[in-house]
């Protein structure tokens, strides 16, 4: 019975683990940013609120460009045979999906550039992103770097670099359509270290990297957006 316990309580805390992978998977990162920017300081972005029909077209684009389509592309070096395993355990596995990715995030960052619709904020963010893709892709020749991490190390670095660059203090965020929550930088700051420790602790916890991967992935996502910082501002 006790042996029982024991494996229902692994099958739900790697249940968990891979909920957790799923719902903070790297290429979603992009859109994330997109949305707390949106709901941070939509003002930049010439719309009132993220509800906007402007934003939803916005962050639809961006979720198709950065997540869905090259999502598409993983999928079919899958059915190809081209990766074993959606999960990508062997490193060299991950090579031809880095460098989709990377296709489609440098002709992101080169549309929005010259976009005025488009916030220099949110360009440097989405390049910190590509930046970030390509350091993640150079070291995984060596090791088999945690794009998870990577992807959290980018937010808290966007985190940290609105809080001190942009000043943002306070924004208020619209539940349940009438209700209004009033939120300040230092609760998002303490929240994404927060969820950053949890992804982290998730991908552990699934056994896809050892610790030295997931904080060398922290550690190159929240450096990347500092290097981007330094090319457009």
């Known amino acids: 019975m006790e042996k029982v316990n024991v494996y229902q309580s692994n099958f739900i805390l790697r249940s968990i683990a891979q909920i957790v992978s799923y719902v903070f998977h790297p290429l979603l990162m992009v859109t994330y940013m997109l949305l707390l920017l949106l709901l941070v ?108 991490a990577v ?27 009438t209700q209004t929550l009033q939120l300040n930088m230092m609760t998002v700051f303490m929240l994404m270290i927060i969820l950053s420790g949890l992804v982290g602790t998730a991908r552990l916890i699934l056994r896809a990297h050892d610790p030295r991967d997931v904080y060398g992935g922290f550690l190159v996502g929240f450096t990347a957006q500092f290097i981007a910082l330094r090319f457009l501002f």
């Open 41 to 148: 300081n939509p003002y930049l972005f010439g719309v009132n609120g993220i509800g906007e029909q402007l934003s939803q077209l916005l962050i639809l684009r961006i979720f198709l460009s950065t997540f869905f389509i090259p999502a598409i592309a993983v999928v079919m070096l899958r059915f190809l045979g081209l990766v074993q395993s959606l999960e990508m355990p062997d490193k060299q596995e991950r090579i031809a999906p880095y460098i989709i990715t990377g296709i489609f995030y440098l002709w992101m960052v080169m549309n929005f550039v010259n976009n005025p619709q488009i916030p220099t904020a949110y360009t440097s963010f989405v390049l910190g992103a590509t930046i970030a893709l390509f350091f993640a892709f150079f070291i995984n020749i060596f090791s088999k770097i945690s794009a998870h």
């Open 151 to 177: 992807g959290m190390g980018g937010m808290l670095g966007m985190v940290v670099i609105t809080m001190l660059l942009f000043s943002y203090d306070t924004f208020t965020v619209t539940i349940f359509f």
